[in-house]
């Protein structure tokens, strides 16, 4: 059964922290730009004057995506399918952009999958399919979009990464691996690339609210006790992801590189492993 395509809005009643013309005449390339934290991603760029090609496996959802965000903010959003396992498909995705718009200054690798498990439960082609859409579809479209346009022109990278790593988080080790994997990938492609003018940053959210992953995730717990949780009190909107993401792609990021924001008000040094979680992910998972 095909899945159902869900149409995204954009945010209402949008209120400028910097100017609006910040990234005009710039152009950014965002995988997984179809939905979620990414999709707000391309909004706010977009509402700073900067046009995107959001990508992603499903032309159908980017079409509506597409459509969606250039009537809310005036600004063109081309659409490219790529699956960013394949570099022929990337490449065609980065030339579609070139040919576009004729230029790319920032890439935001968004696409991901994730899932709950337990190792002892998880398969080898289970562990495999996250490490090739997350750690091998950012080094490939880092790759292309270097090799295509940066190195020549300078730019900004952002991997869109977890916090699952830090301590090791249970149910999560195959996507704590890549996401660990991406991390360091952003160390090195910091060190190499700066000399041709491209930053590299990282961006982990914590909990965000209105996202497939938080309603997937947090197997039924409430909103009131996650945020009992967190030391600020607050759970993360896609609004603040994607004006974090903003910030780092401006001069006034200049100096961050090869670094990565925890974007997460304080939960990873808050939350621990308790073993209680692994008795309420069975008890989830029984209902379904």
Same mark, same amino acid.
């Given at each position: ?15 400028? *922290?910097?100017?609006?013309? /910040?990234?005009?005449? &710039?152009?950014?390339?965002? $995988? ?7 999709? $707000? %991603? ?11 090609? /959001? ?11 597409? #459509? ?26 980065? #030339?579609?952009? @070139?040919?576009?718009?004729?230029? @790319? ?23 495999? $399919? %996250?490490?090739?859409?997350?750690? @091998?579809?950012?080094?490939?479209? *880092? &790759? ?6 940066? &190195? ?11 916090? @699952? ?10 996507? +704590? ?18 000399? &041709? ?22 197997? +039924?717990?409430?909103?009131?006790? %996650? ?5 600020? +009190? ?15 792609? $401006? ?14 008000? +304080? ?8 073993? #209680? ?12």
């Amino acid at each position: 059964m095909a899945s159902k395509v869900v149409t995204e809005t954009c945010l209402e009643d949008y209120r400028y *922290s910097f100017r609006s013309d /910040i990234l005009s005449g &710039k152009v950014a390339f965002i $995988t997984g730009g179809g939905s979620g934290i990414c999709f $707000t %991603i391309a909004e706010v760029f977009m509402r700073h004057g900067c046009r995107t090609v /959001i990508v992603g496996r499903n032309m159908e959802k980017l079409k509506k995506s597409s #459509e969606t965000l250039t009537k809310a903010t005036g600004v063109k959003c081309f659409p490219a399918q790529a699956d960013v396992r394949k570099p022929l498909e990337v490449i065609a995705a980065v #030339e579609k952009c @070139l040919q576009e718009f004729g230029r @790319l200054d920032i890439v935001v690798n968004g696409a991901a999958g994730n899932f709950l498990c337990p190792l002892e439960d998880m398969s080898f082609n289970a562990f495999k $399919t %996250i490490q090739e859409i997350d750690i @091998l579809g950012t080094y490939n479209v *880092s &790759k292309v979009a270097f090799d295509k346009y940066l &190195k020549d022109h300078g730019g900004v990278i952002i991997h869109i990464t977890a916090l @699952l790593h830090l301590r090791g988080t249970l149910l999560q080790a195959h996507v +704590g691996v890549a996401k660990a994997g991406i991390e360091t990938l952003s160390k090195h492609q910091a060190v190499e690339w700066g000399p &041709k003018g491209v930053r590299v940053m990282c961006v982990a959210p914590g909990p965000v609210e209105a996202t497939e992953g938080y309603n997937r995730l947090t197997m +039924g717990v409430s909103a009131d006790q %996650i945020r009992q949780i967190i030391p600020i +009190g607050q759970i993360g909107t896609r609004q603040e992801m994607g004006e974090i993401c903003l910030f780092l792609a $401006t001069d006034m990021a200049g100096q961050l590189t090869g670094s990565t924001i925890y974007a997460d008000g +304080g939960i990873w040094m808050a939350n621990g492993n308790e073993r #209680e979680q692994m008795q309420s992910y069975k008890q989830w998972r029984s209902k379904l």
